[in-house]
């Protein structure tokens, strides 16, 4: 008697566990329009196990740049990069994939973490990579540019994960 009422609960339960379970969150895409000297749109939202694409376009006649992190160093007495870069923290390389003109994914010389540079009017480039329990949290984009010159002047914005 017991057998017949331990098994069909035991089902019962994995069955309940299963319809319970999360699937994992949609992909997402945003474009961010990069100018003197803001990002539109300043604030994004994302949720952990997403796919996210950023399509960055510089609108903007300047080169500009985008970096993710916390805690901004200094070289000079200028903003120069983030002391913590969320892409290394994480263990995520994201994939960037120029669109037009000339974009550079990469940890550059002079500068700590993984950015990508737009360097001119128009030039255009995608990002993908998928958001991990790591990047659980608020996180600061900025543009870096002419020594610090670009963030100074208000060039930064947020990126916010939640699990």
Known sequence: MKRRIFFPLLIAFGLFFVACSRKPPEPVSFTIEMSEYAFE???IEVKVGQEVTLELVNMG???HELMFGRQVMMMANRPN?????M???A???P???MMEGEAHGEEEE????????LEKSGDKATMTFTVTDDMVGEW?????????VHYEAGMVGKLVVTP
């Open 87 to 89: 892409f290394a923290s």
């Open 140 to 148: 600061e984009m900025g543009c870096f540019e002419q020594e610090g």
């Open 91 to 93: 263990g995520v390389e």
């Open 81 to 85: 990069g983030y002391q913590v870069d």
């Open 110 to 117: 002079g500068h700590a973490g993984f950015m990508v540079l």
């Open 61 to 63: 006649q300047l080169p």
């Open 41 to 43: 749109p300043d604030t």
């Open 95 to 97: 994939e960037v994939m």
